[in-house]
């Protein structure tokens, strides 16, 4: 399948937007981006969105996000979980913020945090329970076990330690050697 691309501003110079169906790839990332931008109010719960853009008015039962970014006019109240958070307006209500939580310096907060890492510009006003929860590594594979080493006394020597020439190899003939099995 071939996709025509067709430049919509072909006199500025690198201008990369074109017409034309969307690759899949850029339509998950792109749908699953939710904006609000300033002067909006929306009231409701937020589920399956990779990144939440807050510049209005979010009034929010619940929110499952990836990343939530409250720009400096955005406020968001009411309760959600997200795996990072940045927090640059107002922040009123419950977030767990599973991975790394920023507050800038035109950030607020009140109401209830829970974070993994914490980073709080000057300036910033926090009026609320910070609960730290440490940020679980990610699972290792399970490392190889040694094995027993097999008892060596009913074992015979296949061959000789280096520089010792054996009467078998000496000859030019081939000596037959036999390992030993079971117990």
């Known amino acids: 399948m071939t996709i025509e691309k067709r430049t919509i501003r072909s006199d500025i110079p690198g201008h990369q937007a074109y017409l034309g169906p969307a690759t899949p790839q850029q339509t998950q990332e792109d749908d699953r981006r939710l904006l609000i931008g300033p002067g909006i109010v929306l009231r409701g ?59 800038r310096a035109t950030g607020r907060i009140t109401g209830k945090v829970t974070y993994g890492s914490l980073e709080v510009e000057p300036g910033a006003k926090i009026e609320a329970a910070l609960v730290h929860k440490p940020i679980e590594p990610a699972p290792q594979p399970p490392r190889a076990q040694k094995l027993p080493v097999p008892e060596t006394s009913n074992v015979e020597k296949l061959f000789p330690a280096s520089g010792v020439q054996t009467p078998a190899l000496s000859e030019g003939r081939p000596k037959v050697y036999r390992r030993a099995t079971g117990v």
């Not at 409250?70 to 795996?83: M, N, P, V, W």
């Open 45 to 103: 719960e937020i589920e399956s969105c990779e990144n939440l853009v807050v510049a209005g008015t979010v009034h929010a039962a619940g929110l499952k996000s990836r990343r939530i970014d409250i720009a400096d006019t955005g406020l968001f109240a009411g309760t959600g979980e997200a795996q990072d958070a940045i927090i640059s307006g107002h922040l009123d209500g419950e977030l767990v913020v599973t991975g790394r939580l920023l507050v």
